[in-house]
């Protein structure tokens, strides 16, 4: 198994362009989401999704986009690229047993953008 | 809102030291707690992990012990190697909008030299 693969692994645009970020998992799991990690800020959540077709915000979602066509895909998009998007954003999924048994999340390796 | 607070780093210790790393947490209802570990130009993986009071979670030589009454969940390891050299994440998973999700703290980078 691959685990969780993060197409590009490196990218740097100019502000307004736009891209998509790609998330691939392999190990069937209903969760994915999107970070992204900042110095001296930890890992903030963008985006997530409990399943194929279904989305959500997370704490940081304001200039981003996602989709979830498919279970094993969790795209991110960013519309109009600016500076303070420059980051490392990383994607991860997880297999829900049960409310109580809070899942455990499996990280891909992270795309790290530059914004000009 | 949950939030989770680490020890700053960078800590920086001899090889064969001993290691603590400070978390306390806020959350409502019952959390799960987490110790996620990134090596350099890595994504995070999971070292270890707890699910109620008074669990023990345990992984290649650490450990972290579930305080409710403390709220906290310190990381420990009696011996580093240079090879722990990392940045170390504490994480929460509680629940939001019906739906699990992980907060993060800041992250507390070990250096361990030979």
């Known amino acids: 198994n691959a685990g969780v693969t993060q197409t590009p692994k490196f990218r740097v645009l100019k502000t307004g362009q736009s891209m998509t970020l790609l998330c691939a998992q392999d190990?069937?799991?209903?969760?994915m989401y999107w970070y992204r990690q900042d110095p001296g800020m930890g890992l903030r959540l963008i985006h997530y999704?409990?399943?194929?077709?279904?989305?959500a915000k997370g704490e940081v979602p304001d200039g981003y986009n996602v989709s979830r066509l498919k279970k094993q895909n969790f795209l991110l998009g960013l519309e109009s690229a600016a500076p303070s998007q420059t980051s490392v954003y990383f994607c991860?999924?997880?297999?829900?047993?049960?409310?109580?048994?809070?899942?455990?999340?499996?990280f891909g390796p992270g795309t790290r953008l530059l914004v000009l | 809102g949950d939030s989770v607070t680490q020890m700053e780093g960078p800590v920086t210790l001899s090889e064969e030291a001993f290691l603590t790393i400070n978390c306390t947490y806020t959350a409502t209802g019952y959390p799960s707690l987490f110790w996620y570990v990134q090596y350099p130009g890595e994504g995070l993986q999971l070292l270890l992990k707890?699910?109620?009071?008074?669990d023990k979670g345990s992984n290649k030589g650490f450990e972290a012990t579930y305080r409710k009454e403390t709220t906290s969940f310190h990381l420990e390891k009696g011996s580093v190697q240079v090879s722990d050299s990392a940045v170390y994440f504490c994480?929460?998973?509680?629940?939001?909008?019906?739906?699990?999700?992980?907060?993060f703290g800041k992250g507390t980078m070990l250096l361990v030299s030979p």
């Open positions: 999704s409990v399943g194929e077709g279904t989305t």
């Open positions: 991860a999924s997880s297999y829900v047993q049960g409310w109580l048994d809070q899942e455990t999340q499996y």
């Open positions: 707890a699910t109620k009071a008074d």
């Open positions: 190990m069937n799991h209903e969760y």
């Open positions: 994480a929460l998973s509680a629940l939001n909008s019906g739906y699990s999700t992980l907060t």
